[in-house]
Each structure stands twice: as C-alpha cells, then as structure tokens.
C-alpha cells in the first residue's frame, strides 16, 4: 500500500502562488489560430456557394495565402472579377459561451463573409484587415460552413488606376480569435483596440501612452483589473500601473494610462532599434482570472522634417537613405508567406537601407514587425492613385481605409509618416485637356485631399503626412502641394525625357521656389534586363549599364543635398505591371533584385555606398558572365566594374595585375582584355581594422567570353553562329539558347555590317518569342546588308517584326513617344541578286508586333553575300540576321 505524500506547510505556501499563477495563466482566454487550409476556390461568381447545402467538390482545393491573377505575367487584361472561397469550420467545445472573431489580413479588393447561410458582413479595401464578431453566427453541435466572395474589379474601392497589378484573392492570413465576453476591443478598424505613443521623449526621460477600449459582450455588469508592465529592452521591468474598471453590460469602455516617466530611455534608432514591450492584461478583478491579454512593441524616437535642414532623428541630421517595395514575386503574384516578407527586409537592411515606402498600399504585418526589429524607418500609404472619380462611395471608402492603416498600424515605431495620393495628377491631367472638363476633377481631387488630411491628423498627431507627387509643379499650383506636411517628388529624368542632370536641376527650382517645404524623392529608377549590356548605354535601352549609370548619377545628388531628406529608390523588387510591355512585358524591371530576390550588381553599389560598418567589395560583372565581342587580332577590351567603400582596388584577369585604382563613388572600373572561352576574374582591397590592422579583402568570379572574328575565313567561320542584333547598340543573351546577339555596326571592306537606315525601337510587347528584346529595336530604311565571307553553303537568318502601328502606350512612361506610324511596309530581299522575297510585308505575313524568322540556304560564289531590301511601299526594315557557314 503506497503512502501519502504530506507537503510540509512551507512548501505549500511556497505551491499556492505557483498554483494560483499557472491557474491564470491556464485561464488566458485569448485564443487564436489560423485557418489557412481546407479551403475550396471558385473563379468567377456563384451565388449559390452561400447555402450550406452547395457542393463544392469539384472546386480547386487551395491554402492560403492565395490570388487567382498568376495570369497578370502573361496577360495585359489580366482577370478581373470574382472568386469564391469555401471550407468548413468545427469549433472547438471549449470556445462555448465566448466571443469569436473571424479576421483576414487581406482580401482584394472587397470580401463578403457568409456563415451557414447568413450574411456577416462586407469589407471594402484590398490591403487592410477586417474583422467580424461571428459569434451570433456559429455553432457548435455541427460544422459551420463558411463561404467569401472576394471581388477584385470594384470601381469605388482604391485603387482604380496604378502601374501595378491588382492582385485579387484572400492572400494573407485568415483568423480565427475565442475571447471571454469581456475583451479588449477587437473590431476597432481591424486593430486589437490598443494604442500605444510616447508622449514625451528625450534622451533623459521618457512617457508611454496606452489607450484602448474594453468591451462587454455580457449580459451583465463586470467588474474587471486593467494592467500594463513596461518591460524594458533587456526584458526587466520599468513600470506597472493597475486601474480597476466597472463595466456594465454591452458597454465599450475606453481607458487612457500614461506611464511615470523612465529615466535615460534607450533610444530607437534604425542602427540601435532599442524596442519596450508594453503588457496589457484585463483580469476578473473577483478570481484574477486572464480575460484577455495583449503585448505590443514600442520605441523611444522623436524626429522633424525641414525644408532646409532635411530631416532629423532624435535631435541629429540624418539621410533617409531608402527603397520603395511592392509585395508580389513572380510566379505567385502576392500570395507571400511571412517568411518572404521577413527575407525582404532582411535584403534591404543587409544593403543598408534605413528607410521603406511602403508602396503603395499597406502591407503584411510581418514587413512592419521587421521595420520595428530591424531598425527601418516608414512611410505607409493608402493606393490612392492617378486621378479621383465620381464615384458613389468612393471617399468614403478612402476614408475608411486610411483610419484602418492608421490604426492597424499605429503602434510601429518605425513609422514616421503616414501618405494618402501617389501622382493623383497624372492621369488626371491626360485624360481631360480641356479647362471645363479638368476644374471639377481637381475641385474633387483637392477636397479628397483636404479630407483625408482631416482624418490623418485626427486619427493621428505623432506623425506627419504626406504625399507623392510625379515631375510637374501643377501640384504647387492647384493647391495640392501645401496640404500635406512634406511632399514626396517621383522623379525620372534621364530616363523617361530628359537628361541625368535635370534631376537636380528640377530639386533646385523646387527649394528655391518652396524652401520652407520639406521634400523626399519619393521614386527614381530605370529599368535593366539582365540579357541586355551595352558599351554605349542610354535612357530605355533597358541595359544594366544605363541602370547603373542613371543610378550613380542620382545617390550622391541625394546624399549631398542637405535640404533633401532622403530618397526611396523605385523599386526593390522587378514587380509586376500587367500594363508594361517594354524588355520584359508584365513586368517593371527597375528592381535592385530579380523577382527571385537574386541581387542585382548595382545592389552592391548601395551597399558600398550605405555600409560604412562593412569593407564592400563586389565584382560587379554577376549580371554580365557570358560575354561577347568583335575580335581583330588583339583581345577585345572590355569594362569591369567593381564597387566598394574600400579607397583603391586592384584587378586581376587569370592572376595577371591590371593595376591598382582609387575608387570614385564608390566605383572602380577597368578596361580588362578578354581573347579566350574562360576568364578567372579577381579583385583585391586592403581595408585597415583599428583591432587587426590591415586586412586583404578579395572577391572573385568566372567569366566567359565569345569571340566573333572581325574579318570571317574559313577557319574562324567553322562552328560560328554571327547573331547581330540590328538596329541597336546593345549586346543580347537568349535565356533559352545563351546565343549572344552581337551590337549592330556599319559595313566596312573586309568585315561585316549594314548598309543604310537608322535605328528605330518600340516598347510594345513582341508575341511568338521570348526573346522580346530582339524585335523591339531594328534598322528602317535600311538599304543592305554585307558579310565579305568565303565561298560556300551558308544559312541566313532574318528577324522581322513590324513595329510601325500606334501601340496604345502606357501613361507610365510619361514624356516618352515611341513615334509610332500606321502603316504596311513591303520590301523584297535579295541575297546575291537572287530574288528570295519578292514583295515582303512582315505586318501582312504575321501581324504587327508579331516575331516573324526566315531563313534561307544559298550556296556563295563571290566571296561576299550581299543583301539588298529595295522597298514596294513605306520603308524597308530589319530586327536582327543571323549567318552561319554549313559547309
């Protein structure tokens, strides 16, 4: 027979408060969960998913998060409609007389919830959260059907217009939340109903403001036990205060605690993101039981913006040296999991980054959370863009969706400014060129601004507001540019109009005008495609050399401008843009990464620029390993860039010194000779340790080159594919073939070349072809073309696409005009005299914008082919040509 176990009575005293505080903390009644599986899609409507009884197996079966517009990569009129989402929810027992709250994170652009049958409720915004009390609907002796239908084509919901892609879907995560019937406040604008600011702060003390509601969702009286602990970054304690609260029932009770003060706070800073965790919890004041519980992050900052000083944090001058982010990766559009939104920021801090525009819409609760513990300040913003319609709803749902980001978000110290218009002119201004048609939009447009100012500062005094503004003083002008407390200046000369140096130019006039106005350049970029490279780069060439160039133009104007507060460079991702044709169609490609989150070189060029903790060194030729040149009988030199923060460089090709060289703008580049298939590329810099003295930093990298001969033999013809890419300066590598197609170049005796015409491009998307590129340049008028080769068998190939019919341009690219002419052009081809076209018209044979190939076997007895293109109607043309000896 075993023995009792009698507790001495000092261990039991000892066991009592252990009992009684894991008794409470059993008792926290604030459960949630995700429910991102089981579910069923429809695409399209349905109206008949409501009904509990619908069957639904033949849908597709999904997880969360999810969108239905994969097709935007492919698709310029991507789907834009409905969808439906269904599963079934079995509640737990124990959630029995509770509270339950039902949130999506995201849903675009609108959802409607139905529980068994019943409609819960509407949200009208595609980048804020949503929550419904669905407890009247729910229940618990059988499952619960749950059906959405999430509309992505509604014309009263922001945004209407915007060079993106409007994702529609449930992509983020969908909630379910069990609460006592007494809790905080959960349906406060998709907020957990605590905000928490910091009244005053300074380096020698510091307050903490809480404020929020309760609720009782009881059918009687409570008396209840607020608590909030402010623990300090090191997880100790720094103050706790206790209010009791009487709460009748159905009553919503706010409260509002201010901290005593803490002495010397730590800091918050993007280099030191010093973070206090601020506890509440609501206790049954009778048992102590956890009703309901929340922890938030806050920071000790205070800053201000000038319009001659920049901007400062915590009393000091300091950069916002930033990036703008779009939230999709290609293929999944923007159904990203957490864990992409964390490596984002991990990606932008690791450059060195301080500062995001969150753009142009809210975003996962993840990406801010990393703001917050990584150290990044924000902008975030309401998609507001390119022009207000008269539409019914449309305000008021504006409205409503700047206090939901403001709330949801309130309580990030990271963020600093809070936008609600992005370039609110720009369609604007192009759809109505008539004064009476123009005077109402912007009376419009002004008292949507003036509104949402009201709101902003309402819902918010902490932080100051802004908006985005493209290249035109007409926002100055119509009154748009005094409303906000700082403007952002989407800038782009050098790329869209221009030159490089109207950028600052354009900063000047701005200051000189409106000095006391702060201003950030809120975007700058071009764009840059991976398979084009160029030794004479320029603006839409989509090269990688004119992105770095354009962009080693723009940082040192940013950095050295004091009265500028700092920059956002466009984009850090390629991001999709269903209404972009361009290189790389669906696609703005003006990233500092690939989709993939591959870096891009010019990457590295910020970081060098950026991190001053960190020797950077980086080889900046990842972007360009295999390449290719016309080769007499020396090696073809060409550049190699290198960029660092280290002051001089030295370079190596297969272990042979080029020299050393003192870095400029953090860049370094050398004429380097390449003459055979694989180069080993090296760089070497000495950077000086105060704790280890001087230490060697190296990087290195393989790189693989093609020789073309200039003049062609017989030998130096065996195996050789001659791709020239006519019309255009820039070398192209095919991703499907790795062939490079070399930089077009006139005739000249002995070589190769054409003969005649002038280099034309269009940015329309090229159909048939991946290799889009290709067809976009070409040479009009173009008179021949002439290859001085040996007798023999050849094989020629001929490009062709049409490009010369009005191609309805994107408002995006601004000033741009690809001069575009209607028109059927007819020419023949003639190669040695022999008529192998006779009359010829690439638009007839397969439509304009359509990539169209041909290729011709001769036998050549002259020792030259000549190609002649004598015209029928309108002008001869050329994309690329292709020659390669057979025998």
């Known amino acids: 027979m075993r023995k009792k176990k009698i507790f001495p009575a000092r261990k039991l005293r000892i066991l009592i408060p252990i009992i009684l505080f894991l008794s409470q903390t059993v008792c926290a009644q604030h459960e949630s969960k995700t429910i991102n599986d089981g579910w069923k899609f429809h695409k399209g409507e349905c109206e008949a998913a409501v009904s509990t009884a619908y069957d639904d197996s033949t849908w597709n079966s999904i997880h969360l998060p999810h969108t239905w517009n994969t097709d935007a990569y492919v698709e310029k009129k991507y789907y834009q409609g409905t969808g439906w989402y269904r599963r079934m929810l079995t509640l737990p027992q124990s959630w029995k007389g509770k509270q339950i709250f039902l949130k999506l994170d995201a849903a675009s652009k609108a959802a409607t919830i139905h529980i068994n049958g019943k409609n819960v409720g509407e949200h009208a915004g595609g980048y804020t959260a949503s929550t419904f009390d669905i407890t009247p609907f729910c229940t618990f002796g059988t499952p619960n059907s749950l059906a959405i239908r999430v509309d992505n084509a509604r014309q009263d919901i922001p945004p209407i217009s915007g060079d993106f892609t409007f994702f529609g879907g449930i992509y983020r995560d969908v909630w379910l939340t069990a609460v006592p019937k007494q809790h905080f406040h959960l349906t406060n604008h998709g907020s957990d109903g605590i905000f928490i600011s910091t009244p005053q702060v300074s380096q020698e003390k510091g307050t903490i403001l809480i404020r929020g509601e309760v609720k009782n969702d009881a059918n009687q009286k409570a008396s209840l036990e607020l608590e909030h602990t402010v623990y300090n970054p090191d997880g100790s304690i720094a103050h706790t205060k206790k209010q009791s609260i009487q709460i009748k029932a159905g009553e919503l009770y706010s409260f509002r605690t201010e901290t005593a003060p803490i002495p010397s706070p730590k800091l918050w800073t993007p280099e030191t993101p010093h973070l206090y965790r601020v506890e509440s919890i609501l206790r049954d004041k009778k048992t102590k039981t956890i009703l309901d519980h929340s922890n938030h992050h806050t920071g000790f900052r205070w800053f201000n913006f000038d319009g001659e000083q920049g901007f400062c944090l915590n009393g000091k001058p300091y950069k916002l040296r930033g990036i703008c982010r779009h939230q999709d990766q290609k293929p999944i559009g923007v159904a990203l999991t957490d864990e992409m939104h964390r490596r984002d920021m991990k990606l932008m801090k690791e450059m060195g980054a301080n500062f995001i525009r969150i753009s142009h819409y809210p975003q996962d609760d993840a990406l801010l959370e990393m703001c917050d513990k990584l150290g990044m300040l924000a902008w975030e913003e309401i998609p507001i863009i390119d022009i207000v319609p008269d539409t019914p709803g449309y305000a008021e749902n504006c409205e409503r969706n700047l206090r939901e980001m403001i709330r949801q978000h309130y309580n990030h110290p990271s963020i600093i400014t809070w936008g609600y218009m992005n370039e609110i002119l720009l369609v604007t201004q192009r759809r109505y060129k008539k004064e009476e048609e123009l005077k109402p939009v912007l009376e419009r447009t002004l008292a949507l601004a003036k509104r949402l100012e009201d709101v902003l500062k309402e819902e918010d005094t902490t932080r100051v507001s802004t908006m985005a503004f493209h290249g035109s003083n007409s926002y100055n002008e119509v009154g748009l540019g005094s409303i906000t407390d700082i403007v952002g200046w989407n800038l782009y000369q050098g790329w869209y109009g221009g030159d490089l140096t109207g950028f600052e130019r354009f900063l000047t006039e701005q200051h000189q005008k409106y000095p006391s106005h702060p201003m950030i350049v809120s975007e700058y970029g071009a764009g840059s495609d991976r398979r084009l490279h160029s030794l004479q780069p320029h603006a839409f060439d989509f090269s990688i050399e004119y992105q770095q160039k354009y962009l080693e133009h723009y940082l040192p104007v940013l950095e050295e401008t004091p009265y500028i507060c700092g920059g956002t460079h466009w984009n850090f991702i390629d991001f999709s843009s269903a209404l972009r044709d361009e290189s790389m169609p669906r696609i703005n490609n003006k990233g500092l990464v690939y989709a993939d989150r591959t ?193 023999g068998d050849y094989e020629i190939e001929f490009l062709f696409t049409d490009i010369f019919r009005e191609n309805a341009a994107a408002v995006y690219l601004l000033d741009r005009n690809s001069g575009a002419e209607s028109r059927e052009n007819r020419f023949s081809i003639i190669i040695n005299d022999v008529v192998v076209e006779e009359d010829f018209s690439p638009c007839r044979e397969s439509d304009y914008f359509q990539a169209l190939r041909k290729r011709y076997n001769i036998t050549n007895f002259r020792n030259k082919i000549e190609i002649h293109f004598p015209v029928r109607n309108g002008k001869s043309l050329l994309n690329g040509i292709k020659l390669r000896k057979l025998y």
């Open 599 to 791: 870096p891009k070189d010019v990457y590295y060029y910020y970081k060098a620029a950026w991190r001053h903790d960190i020797p950077v060194l980086h080889i900046a030729s990842r972007d360009w390993t295999h390449r290719a040149g016309v080769q007499g009988e020396a090696p073809v030199m060409l550049p190699v860039k290198v960029y660092t923060n280290l002051p001089e460089v030295e370079l190596f090709i297969d272990g042979k010194s080029l020299g050393k060289q003192k870095a400029t703008n953090y860049t370094a580049t050398f004429e380097v000779p390449f003459s055979r298939k694989e180069h080993f590329v090296s760089a070497k810099a000495e950077n000086k340790e105060a704790t280890t003295g001087i230490r060697i930093i190296e990087d290195g990298i393989r790189l693989n080159f093609t020789p073309t001969p200039m003049m062609l033999n017989e030998t130096n013809l065996r195996g050789l594919e001659l791709a020239v890419n006519v019309g255009s300066h820039c070398f192209y590598t095919s991703d499907e073939s790795q062939l490079t197609w070399l930089p077009d170049q006139s005739y000249t005796e002995g070589s190769w070349g054409y003969i005649g015409g002038e280099s034309k491009s269009s940015q329309g998307q090229i159909q048939n072809t991946n290799d889009g590129p290709l067809f976009q340049t070409l040479r009009s008028g173009i008179e021949g073309y002439r290859f001085d080769v040996p007798n």
